[in-house]
C-alpha cells in the first residue's frame, strides 16, 4: 500500500499542481482562467500517449525482453518526438482555441504556457516511471513535489509581481525546465541505442489504444457539450476540475500492477484491497473540493451532480476491469485485450456525439460497464484467482 499511495501522490501532484495554478490566476489575473483546464484537457491524452510508448512499454520491455538500454533509448527518442509533436500544436494553437469554441485572445498565453508545460512535464515523467521500475519511488516521490512546489510558487508569484502575462509564464517555465535537466543529467545511463519499438507498443497497447481514442473523445465531446451553453460547459468544467487529480492518481493502480507482473509478483486480492483503499481516500477528496470549490463557480449545482454521479458510477467499477485488464493484457494476449479496449472505446466515442449535454457522462457509462462485464468473461474462461491471491490458469 505504501508504494501505490507514493506513486498516487506522484501523480496527484501532477495533476493538483496545473488545477491550484489555474484556480489562483483566475483570482489574480482573469476568473475565466480557470476555464482553460478544460480546454488543453484533450491535450494531456496525447502526453498520455508518449508515455505509454516510451516510457511505460519501454520500462516493461527492460523487464521482459532483458534489454537494459530500452529505458534510456525510449527517453531520448520520446523527447525528440514530444518535442516536434507540441512544436506543431503550438504553431496552430490558435486554431485549437477556435475549434473549443473560445475566444483567442483572452486565452492565448496562458494556453501557450499549459502546452510546453506539458512537455516539461512529459521528460520529468520519463524519469520518475525509471526511478519506479529502479524501486526507487521514495526518491522519485521527493523530485516529483519539489518539482510541483516550483511549478506552482513560482508562477503565481511572478503573476502577482508582473502584470506581463509573458513574463508571468516565461519565469517558472524557465525554473521548471532548469530542474528537469538537472534531474535528467543526474539520472543519465550510458547506453546503446537499443529499442524494440513494437514491444514498447504491445506492451502498453490497451492503455496507448486508451488514450488516442480519449483524445477524440473529449476534444469532440467537449467541443459537443459546449454548445448547450455556458451553464452545462460551467458544470462540466467544474466537475473535471474536481475530479481529474483523483482519476489521474487512480490509476498509480495499474502502474503499481504493470511493475508487479512484469516482474511475476503481482497478487490480485492484495492489489485489489489496496486499490479500494485508495479509491475511499480518493472520494473523499472529490467531496472536500465540491464543498470547497462550488461558491467560486456561478453553477447550476443539481447538472453539476448529475455529471459527477457518472463519475462515481465509474470510480466504483474501476479497480475490478483495470486489474484484470493489465494480467490479461500482459500474460495472456495484448492483442485480444487490446481490441477489447478499442471495442468500449468506439461506444464511448458514439455516446460523445449524442445530441445531449451530458454525451460525455453517457458515453463513459456504457464502455466502463461494457468493460467490466467483458473483461471478467475472459478472465473466468481463463484464470482463476487462488485462495492466496495469486492467478493461476484455468485447468
Known amino acids: 500500500m505504501k508504494r501505490l499511495l507514493q506513486i498516487s501522490l506522484n501523480m496527484a501532484l501532477f495533476s493538483f499542481t496545473p488545477v491550484l495554478s489555474w484556480f489562483f490566476l483566475g483570482m489574480i489575473v482573469d476568473k475565466s482562467i480557470i476555464n482553460i483546464f478544460t480546454l488543453i484537457y484533450p491535450l494531456q491524452f496525447i502526453y498520455f500517449m508518449l508515455r505509454s510508448i516510451f516510457s511505460v512499454g519501454a520500462n516493461i520491455s527492460r523487464e521482459k525482453d532483458k534489454n537494459k538500454d530500452a529505458t534510456m533509448s525510449g527517453t531520448i527518442v520520446g523527447s525528440i518526438v ?3 509533436i507540441f512544436s506543431l500544436i503550438l504553431i496552430n494553437i490558435d486554431k485549437y482555441i477556435l475549434f473549443m469554441h473560445i475566444n483567442v485572445s483572452s486565452y492565448y498565453i496562458f494556453v501557450i504556457y499549459a502546452v510546453i508545460q506539458l512537455y516539461i512535464k512529459l521528460i520529468f515523467n520519463f524519469i520518475l516511471n ?4 529502479d524501486s526507487k519511488t521514495e526518491l522519485a516521490n521527493n523530485y516529483s513535489i519539489i518539482f510541483n512546489i516550483l511549478n506552482f510558487l513560482i508562477l503565481i508569484i511572478s503573476a502577482l509581481i508582473f502584470k506581463n502575462n509573458l513574463l508571468t509564464i516565461i519565469i517558472p517555465l524557465s525554473t521548471i525546465t532548469i530542474y528537469t535537466l538537472f534531474i535528467f543529467i543526474k539520472h543519465f545511463e550510458k547506453f546503446r541505442f537499443k529499442l524494440n519499438f513494437m514491444n514498447c507498443i504491445k506492451y502498453d497497447s490497451a492503455e496507448l489504444v486508451n488514450h488516442v481514442m480519449y483524445f477524440f473523445i473529449f476534444l469532440f465531446g467537449f ?9 452545462y ?19 498509480s493502480i495499474l502502474i503499481v500492477a504493470q511493475i508487479d507482473i512484469s516482474k511475476n509478483k503481482f497478487n490480485y486480492k492484495e492489489h485489489l484491497k489496496n486499490a479500494y483503499e485508495l479509491l475511499s481516500i480518493l472520494l473523499i477528496t472529490v467531496f472536500l473540493l465540491f464543498l470547497d470549490l462550488f461558491w467560486f463557480y456561478n453553477l447550476n449545482v443539481l447538472i453539476a451532480m448529475i455529471y459527477l454521479s457518472f463519475e462515481m458510477a465509474n470510480f466504483i467499477i474501476y479497480p475490478i476491469y483495470k486489474l484484470k485488464t493489465a494480467y490479461l493484457h500482459l500474460e495472456h494476449s495484448a492483442s485480444k485485450i487490446t481490441s477489447n479496449k478499442l471495442l468500449a472505446l468506439i461506444m464511448r466515442m458514439f455516446g460523445s456525439f449524442l445530441n445531449t449535454p451530458f454525451c460525455t457522462g453517457i458515453g463513459q457509462i456504457i464502455s466502463s460497464y461494457y468493460q467490466l462485464v467483458s473483461t471478467n468473461r475472459i478472465f473466468k474462461k481463463n484464470y482463476f484467482v487462488n485462495h492466496d491471491g495469486y492467478i493461476e490458469k484455468s485447468v
Do not use: M, P
Open 233 to 251: 460547459t460551467t458544470a462540466l468544467a467544474f466537475v473535471n476540475l474536481i475530479t481529474d487529480t483523483q482519476w489521474v492518481a487512480f490509476d
Open 82 to 84: 514530444g518535442f516536434i
Open 130 to 133: 525509471k526511478l519506479y521500475y
Open 223 to 231: 467541443s459537443n457539450a459546449s454548445r448547450f451553453g455556458v451553464e
